[in-house]
Structures are given as C-alpha cells and as structure tokens.
C-alpha cells in the first residue's frame, strides 16, 4: 500500500516512523504548504509542494491527513477526499457530525474512501466506549484524560504576561480513578475528576504571584480545577518536560441480573510516551483499512464504528482467528 | 428481534436476564433437552423441547446456543447453523480453526449467519489483541485472568477422595500485573503470572494434610501455581463463595519511534460480579449484530474480529457518531 502524508508536524513524523514498523505500508510522498527544499525529513519519502498535489491523484492509494482540527482539517478533508481515499484525525467533538457530511459528500461523489476522527479520543476510546454501551446497556461512563501534556493549556499559559514558555499537565485525580475501579459508580465535578499541574518559566522581572494568580483563576481553562505552579528555569523545562506523554481511561460501569444484583467494570486505559506517534499508528492500521473498503467499492465516509477490525490488520482472517481469537 | 436458546443453565439464565435491558430483543423460546414441564423460568418465553426445534425454522431471528464447548457446542453450531442464525461461546481457543470450518459450511449451505467463540476470552480479550496488535506491531502481549473462579479448577479438586466441595480462584500475582503497568515488559513464567486459592470443605474422617497435598502436587492444575489451600465448612463456603466473578486483564507494550524510544501501554480489564451474566450480555450483542449481516445477505461463519462495532449497537449511526465518537 503507497501513502502520502499532508503535513510534516509532530503528526506527520509519527507517521513516517511508524511506516517503518508495517512492512505493507510505503511512504511515498509527503506534501507540504512549505518550500519542499526546507524539509529535512527521516526517510526516502518525496517531499512535493502541496500545490502540486492534484498530480498524484492516482499514485498513491491512502492520503493520511496530519493537520490541525481548528482550521486544517475542515477544509482539507472534504476537498482531498475527492482526490484520494483519506484518513484524518478530527477531534472537535461537537463538530464530527457536521465534518462527517461534508466528507462523506466528497468521497460518494468521486467513489473515494474517507474515516475522519481516527485516533485515540476520538478513536480507540471512543470504540472502547461503544462496544461497552453495547454489552451493558445499563450502566455509567466516565472518561478520565492523562496523565499528559495538554498543548491547548499550556499555550494558555504561555500567552500570560511575562511568562516565557510552559508546560502543563493533566493529571487523573486518583482518589476518583479508584472510586470509578471499585464499582463504587460516583457522582463526579470537574474538580474531582482531574487536577492541573504547571511548570512555567518566567521572563526576567515578571511577577510570580501574579502569574500564579492568572493561571490557576483563568476560566474554562483552569478555575474548576485545583491548579498547582511549580516555576522553573528554562534549562530544567527543557531536560525534565519535552516529552508529550498523554493517555488516560475509559470506564463502563453496568448491572445485570433478575434484580440488577450483579455489577460489571470494563477498563480500557492507555500509557503512551508519545501522544502524536501512538496517533500516528493508529492513523495507519486505519489507513490499511479503508483502502481494503475502497477495493471492496465501500465508498463515502466512515468512522471507527464502521471498519470490521480485522481490516486493521495486515494478517489474514485465518490467522487472525488462529492465533489471536 | 425474535431469540430463542437452547440449553437453561448459568448461561441461559444469563442471557434471560439480559434480554430485559434490550427493549429491541425479545425472548420468544427456550429450548431444552431435560422435560419442559420441569424448567422453571424467569420470563414469559415458551419452553419446548430440542426435539421440535425444527418447527421454530422461521420463527425467530438468532438462536443463541448455551451450551458447553467440551461436547455440546461442536455438535449444536454446525447443526444448527443449517436450521438458524446462531451464537456460541465456544472457547476451546486450539480447536477454533475446526470449529470455525464446521459452522461457515452449514451456514453457507443455507444461507444463514453464524458466529463463534463470542464473550470475553474468546471475544473482547481477543478484540483487545487484535486491534492493539494492528496498532502497535513491534510489542509484547500479556493476558492475566482473575481474580476468578475457575470452574475446571473447582471439580477437579471435587474429584479428590474426602472433597465434599470446592471453590477455586486464579488470581493474578500484583507483582507481576504491575511491571507489566509500569512498561518493564517482563519475562514471566507460568507461577510468575497466576497464584491459585482453594477453599475446601472436607467429608467427615478426611485428611486434611494429604487433601492439601494432593491439590498443590496435581499436574497441570496446580503443580506449576503458588496455591493455597484453606480448609471451611460447608455454611462459609455456601456464605462467602457461592458467586461466580471472574475478570483480567489484557495488555500489549509497544515501541514508536525512529529508535524505538518511546513505549506505549495498551490495557483492557474487566472485573465481572458474574461471569456467565456478562457473557450472556454479549452473546445478545452479538446477535443484534449478525442478524444485521443476514438481512444484508452477508452468509456464513463470522467472528468478533469480522464484526463492524456499530452493528452490536440498538442506535442508529448517526446517533453513534453524535454522542459516543
């Protein structure tokens, strides 16, 4: 199977390691909206001008996204999927069913095959969530994030005056974690459910209590939560937090019984070093699968709920049932 | 969607039970081998007898079979694949290459719709593997079942000479659960992994000493586990062991990255008050699904790994998409 990628960000690079993990998988190209010539990539991928993208229409069987959801995203998929069979990796919840159809008209009208939202949330713990609504119909969700590096949080900390570059961390509140691991089905706030950590380097004379003030009193991003500062020198940010760890979990708590006398917990949970190249293979077994679909004359857009998990895999069903049922 | 089942023990009762969450399932009959008059039930269903099973042909959707892989399922699910779309649990996981060609051929002969070696191990162990595997190729898998009983276990501790009964647990060993949480990717021998415990109420005269070892020396069952032997009456084990939890855990530790490193923890567990009820839950699951592939003439044996997620949901997948994506 021949891949591009749009986009040469974290995303992108992820995509580009983990091709090397799927011998199925070739990188051919990745296109980019910067001069190709700047590209220092880490393979024998073409690096090829965006503008120039409309050539290789028919050179490459999956286009795997690797853009922003803010603006990136939005425009891209539905006009790309008119090109190539597309993966994306859209996480703007409330905009899936909009960003759906706009994808799914691209892709009918030119018979290409589209899923957006692949992942992890969106993805892997949205699949996870699915499958456990579908076996214990009676039951509690709850979705805890973390421990991890959010980008959105620690960009607004860095837009504080006088703060220089920061990181932030969100962090599962443990008591909470094991309330929801003991059966014990609890009612959640915000606050109870996860806490903040800050590391924050300060530019020369800024005001620390006053940047303390601005972070942990900052609406929707900080005051519902019990937010800690920890200020620190830039060569310790560095050294100790330029990693993008994320994970978190995902929980089903649900009865059954003649009297509901019997409760049942289904944990999915994930530990990941790298938020981006975990992404990253996800985007590429899903890759593998609606190239599968696209053969199959499967057209239009799709989600994680759509795809038979087998497609994911480069095994064959009959060693997939041998050695993994 | 019209059931029938065949077979009432923990399992049918189990999926009687459940079949009062799924306002989209109806439990129309109870097949038995024992004299129908003889069952007493939890529901409004009909109770008739195995040998008029052919009289129900089309009357109903899905038969779901609850029976037991040792002999009963190797006979029924091809059998009655010819007659019925059906569901098993069958779990002999070495014999499921055999059992899976028996059923797609009845199914296919009469354009039917089968799946096989639905529940938890087999069925959402083995999704949990599969599609952490497609996601991360270069990692290690870990199963761990527990805590637990072990019904196996149980009887053959019942078969020693001045056993009056038994409950026996498989219990993963903490310490082993957690290097594999913490990402060491460990190297674990059978007694590593498990520890067994055995509560044991004695005939009268028995000796306990040769009881307790003849339990911790039986090949296969106990010589290769740390187990422990406690000896209770008969009232404790009817008071404290006379439920069937059972649980565990799956894991797979992998590596991205241009030099592989940054390691990833993909985790599934589940903790079941009830063993027989929670696979009952996905049985039904299950068979709103396959009943979904008969109607698109999608024949034959099927299992979990061939399964679109949304198929095993009562909600549309719109719904889908808007509110678990």
């Given amino acids: 199977m021949k891949i591009g990628i749009l986009g040469y960000g974290n995303l992108g690079r992820g995509v580009e390691n983990a091709v090397k993990q799927n011998p199925d998988v070739d990188l ?5 909206r910067r001069n190709p010539n700047d590209l ?9 001008s965006t503008d120039e993208i409309e050539n290789w229409k028919d050179k490459i069987d999956v286009l795997i996204l690797c853009g922003g959801s803010a603006t990136d995203l939005p425009e891209q998929t539905p006009k790309y999927a008119k090109m190539f069979n597309v993966v994306d990796s859209f996480d703007t919840h409330a905009k899936i069913p909009e960003h759906f159809k706009n994808v799914d008209d691209s892709a009918k009208e030119t018979n290409h095959t589209a899923i957006i939202s692949v992942g992890w949330d969106p993805g892997m713990f949205s699949l996870n969530r699915m499958y456990a609504n579908a076996i ?16 959105g949080h620690s960009d607004a900390i860095r837009r504080i005056e006088g703060v220089l570059d920061a990181k932030q961390y969100t962090i599962p509140v443990e008591s909470a974690l094991n309330a929801v ?8 706030t915000t606050r109870e459910k996860h806490k903040r950590e800050c590391f924050v380097v300060l ?15 900052m609406p929707n991003y900080f005051a519902d939560y019990d937010t800690t500062v920890h200020f620190i020198t830039i060569e310790e940010l560095k050294k100790n937090h330029s990693g993008i760890p994320h994970g978190g979990f995902v929980f089903r708590s649900g009865k059954t019984g003649a009297n509901l006398e019997n409760n049942h917990i289904i944990e999915y949970n ?6 981006p190249e975990f992404t990253s293979s996800v985007l590429i077994a899903y890759a593998r699968a609606i190239y599968k679909m ?5 057209f239009g857009c799709k989600t994680v709920f759509d795809v ?3 497609y994911l895999s480069a095994k064959s069903n009959e060693e997939l049932r041998k050695t993994m049922l």
């Fill in 203 to 217: 530019k020369d004379n800024a005001d620390p209590k006053k940047v303390e003030q601005e972070i942990v009193n």
């Fill in 40 to 48: 220092k990539i880490n393979s024998n991928a073409k690096v090829v």
């Fill in 136 to 151: 214990l119909p009676n039951g509690i969700d709850y979705t805890f994030w973390g421990k991890g590096v959010s980008q």
């Fill in 294 to 298: 696209y053969k199959e004359n499967n």
């Fill in 270 to 275: 994930l530990k990941l070093d790298s938020n």
């Fill in 181 to 188: 691991k003991n059966g014990e089905n609890p009612n959640l």
């Fill in 28 to 32: 051919d190209v990745i296109f980019t």
């Fill in 308 to 310: 038979p998990p087998a």
